[in-house]
Structures are given as structure tokens and as C-alpha cells.
């Protein structure tokens, strides 16, 4: 008798176990795609050569809660407000506050020096600037330069807008690794 008694008691413990298992996992699964790191997917060709249509990416949310971002970060942001776009962007920050940017000649100069960016796909064909980047503020361009909807279209990125960096591509598996 005392057995068929303790099997009810039994499976509401698997039961509740169950629940809290999943429970917990929800939270975590949340809290850390909230708070720690995302998955992103890349959905133009405005990172080309570096970044394929449907690479899959890790984005660390918490590198710039720490640290300033720096000249080359491949970063994740909400678009400025006069875009009046939903969703984010992803390109390669080229101008920190304070830097005099310009784009000519078919380089980028950076308080008139010129970048060495072996990352492009191909040698920018317009020109742009001289501009200051204001303070807080961040000027962003596609590796692909002549097919990238970036700053030199819109303007700067608020710091706040920063989602974080892209540190890691998971697929596709033959190009799996670290971002530089």
C-alpha cells in the first residue's frame, strides 16, 4: 500500500522538477540574450568581404559596458532616429570621437592620416568629408564601401545606440572563428 501512496507524491516531483528545469532555462536563455550576448544573422551584402549574406554571428553585449569601442570593431547598433528604421545595423567603426574623418582618393583618412583597411572589398569611389566626429558619437562604414548604407549617407551613431561587438562566427562551419 505504502507504494501506490508514494507514486502520486512521485510524479508531482518529475512534474514540478520538470517545470522548474524549464523554467530556469527560459530565464537564463533569456537573461543572457538580454543582458550577455546574441545571435545575429547578416542580412546584406554591406560587410562583404568579411561578412557573408546569412553568416551567423555571436554579438557581445557587454564589451562596451566595460571598455571604449575601438577604430576597427565590428559593431551591432540601432539605427540613428533619422533613419526611421526598426531592427539593427551591423559595420565597421572607422571614427571615434573626436577624429577629423575623410573619405578622398579612394582612401580614408583619419586626422589625416591614411587607414590601411585591408578588410574592403574595394577602394571607396566617392568622397566624404573632411567631418569632426562629435563627442559620444561614432562614424561607421561597410567593408563594402560603394554598396553600404553607412554613415557617410546618415551620419554618426550615438554611443547608446551601440548593441555591442561582433566577436564570433558560428555558421556557416567552414568559416567558423573569431572576428577581427
Given amino acids: 500500500m505504502s507504494d501506490s501512496s508514494s507514486r502520486p507524491a512521485s510524479a508531482k516531483h518529475v512534474f514540478r522538477e520538470t517545470l522548474e528545469t524549464l523554467g530556469l532555462s527560459l530565464l537564463l536563455a533569456f537573461g543572457i540574450r538580454t543582458f550577455i550576448a546574441e545571435a545575429r544573422y547578416i542580412p546584406s551584402g554591406s560587410m562583404l568581404p568579411t561578412l557573408e549574406i546569412n553568416d551567423r554571428l555571436i554579438i557581445d553585449k557587454l564589451r562596451y559596458d566595460f571598455s571604449s569601442p575601438h577604430r576597427g570593431d565590428i559593431v551591432v547598433f540601432h539605427p540613428p532616429e533619422v533613419l526611421h528604421e526598426d531592427g539593427a ?74 548593441i555591442g561587438q561582433a566577436v564570433f562566427r558560428f555558421w556557416p562551419p567552414n568559416r567558423l572563428g573569431e572576428l577581427d
Fill in 89 to 162: 545595423f551591423i559595420k565597421r567603426l572607422i571614427g571615434l570621437p573626436g577624429d577629423r574623418v575623410e573619405v578622398k582618393d579612394g582612401l580614408v583618412y583619419i586626422n589625416d592620416e591614411p587607414q590601411q583597411e585591408s578588410y574592403i572589398a574595394a577602394k571607396p569611389d566617392y568622397q566624404y568629408g573632411p567631418v569632426i566626429v562629435p563627442a559620444d558619437q561614432y562614424l561607421v562604414l561597410g567593408d563594402n564601401r560603394n554598396e553600404s548604407f553607412d554613415s557617410h549617407y546618415w551620419g554618426f551613431v550615438p554611443k547608446d545606440h551601440l
